[in-house]
């Protein structure tokens, strides 16, 4: 089984990828060392939390999802984010919305 380190290298070189950016374009847009990302990417440290938080937040990484073991989600942020402190109520409410609008639009 991967640590959540190794998760994280992974996430990080993908997210990285998929914006485009070189290493050095996210170390520059960071503030941080070109060698801080490659050692993150290759697992090859052990970063500062900080450091996670700082690459989780401008990659749109989910810290959840690498500490507890649902990676298997394909639920994106922007969902788990707006249904956050919601009660599973109002969530049932927003979620038969969505399914009228659904059936309204096809």
């Given at each position: 089984?991967?640590?959540?380190l190794d998760?994280?290298?992974?996430?990080?070189?993908?997210?990285?990828?998929?914006?485009?950016?070189?290493?050095?374009?996210?170390?520059?847009?960071?503030?941080?060392?070109?060698?801080?990302?490659?050692?993150?990417?290759?697992?090859?440290?052990?970063?500062?939390?900080?450091?996670?938080?700082?690459?989780?937040?401008?990659?749109?990484?989910?810290?959840?999802?690498l500490i507890?073991?649902?990676?298997?989600?394909?639920?994106?942020?922007?969902?788990?984010?707006?249904?956050?402190?919601?009660?599973?109520?109002?969530?049932?409410?927003?979620?038969?919305?969505?399914?009228?609008?659904?059936?309204?639009?096809?």
């Open positions: 089984m991967q640590s959540s998760c994280f290298a992974k996430a990080v070189r993908m997210k990285r990828l998929e914006r485009e950016l070189s290493q050095r374009d996210l170390a520059d847009k960071l503030n941080m060392s070109m060698r801080t990302i490659i050692n993150i990417e290759k697992n090859r440290s052990n970063p500062k939390m900080e450091t996670i938080v700082i690459l989780a937040k401008e990659l749109n990484i989910s810290l959840d999802s507890f073991d649902h990676q298997s989600s394909t639920i994106p942020k922007c969902v788990l984010d707006f249904f956050a402190g919601k009660s599973e109520d109002e969530a049932k409410k927003y979620i038969d919305l969505c399914k009228q609008a659904l059936k309204i639009s096809t």
